[in-house]
């Protein structure tokens, strides 16, 4: 009877079931992935910059040993490491040690050349490889480096039995600092060596500080744990091996393995597009040589030429991602 209001109230149904249906729809999943994609993104960059603020402002020195020494990344400084086996059966440990060789040039390169490896006088070798921490003071310091006797008596250097301390530039005022011994009195600096476990200012003036800890710090806190008051080690602690790091890269973090594959990735691709332009030219130029040879005519070898400069766009591709997938 009345078709206006049916047509009505048809719509009205229409448009609820619409709303209702509105309402319950999922969205769909890919919105959803990348947005997760973006929020990961996010996270790993935000940790990256974090990560690295963290470790500026937990890593600084006085500011008497800042003038001295960069920590910018430019520093020409040299990297050495230890790799520490504490007792018999443990898995060792790589300790890395900061050279101060901007300051105390002359002591560290006897502390660089010690963990490379250095032939003394009738062709012996001295080395920090197979010397032991032969004292350890809780709360002071743990030592070692006597690559003669074992006994904290002994030691070499690489100019001799000793050789004179080079300046007092650097203190003794914090952890993980690396220093060089005297063992018998003023200027007797040798193999031997102490990394501090608390600041200690009365060894200023005494001992020559040619460098800090940068990596490994919870293996001092471990020799630290075996050591007594009277410096006595209930377990031994070994140099397994040492060496140089003589190519220094970024700190690890979300950021920098980023970047680095982003690098990793355009370098390829433009060394591979470098090459395939080179062979795809030389083609070219040998398609058109061979065919005024064959006596056949210029546009058929210039239509070689440039059918395989066009595939050589595939080559890029091609070689490209065999590139990333070798890496």
Aim: proline content about 5%; charged content about 20%; hydrophobic content about 30%.
């Amino acid at each position: 009877d009345f078709p206006g209001f049916q047509r009505n109230s048809v719509g009205m149904g229409d448009h609820g079931r619409r709303r209702r249906r509105a309402r319950g729809a999922k969205p769909a999943p890919a919105p959803i992935f990348m947005t997760c994609v973006i929020v990961g993104l996010f996270c790993l960059v935000f940790y990256g910059i974090s990560s690295e603020k963290e470790e500026e402002t937990t890593d600084m020195a006085p500011a008497v040993e800042d003038e001295y020494v960069r920590r910018d990344g430019s520093s020409p400084n040299p990297l050495v490491w230890f790799l520490v086996r504490i007792g018999k059966r443990t898995i060792p440990q790589k300790l890395v040690f900061e050279l101060f060789a901007d300051v105390v040039p002359r002591s560290a390169e006897n502390f660089r050349a010690l963990c490379t490896g250095f032939k003394g006088e009738g062709g012996k070798k001295l080395t920090y490889k197979g010397s032991q921490f032969h004292q350890v003071v809780p709360g002071c310091m743990v030592k070692g480096g006597d690559i003669t006797l074992g006994n904290g008596m002994g030691g070499y250097s690489i100019y001799g039995p000793t050789f004179y301390n080079e300046n007092f530039q650097l203190s003794h005022t914090r952890k993980y600092l690396l220093s060089l011994t005297n063992i018998g009195g003023p200027d007797t600096t040798s193999s031997q060596f102490f990394i501090l476990t608390n600041p200690a200012p009365w060894l200023d003036g005494k001992h020559v500080v040619i460098g800090k800890v940068i990596s490994g710090q919870e293996i001092i806190d471990a020799i630290e744990a075996e050591g007594s008051t009277d410096g006595k080690v209930s377990q031994t602690v070994t140099i397994v091996d040492s060496g140089e790091i003589k190519n220094v890269t970024e700190p690890v973090t979300p950021l920098n393995l980023i970047r680095g594959y982003w690098k990793n990735v355009t370098g390829s691709i433009r060394s591979n597009s470098s090459k395939s332009d080179g062979n795809a030219k030389v083609n070219g130029n040998n398609g058109r040589s061979n065919g005024k040879a064959n006596g056949d005519s210029e546009s058929e070898s210039n239509i070689n030429g440039n059918t395989k400069g066009k595939h050589s766009h595939m080559h890029k591709l091609f070689n490209a991602a065999r590139g990333i997938y070798a890496r």
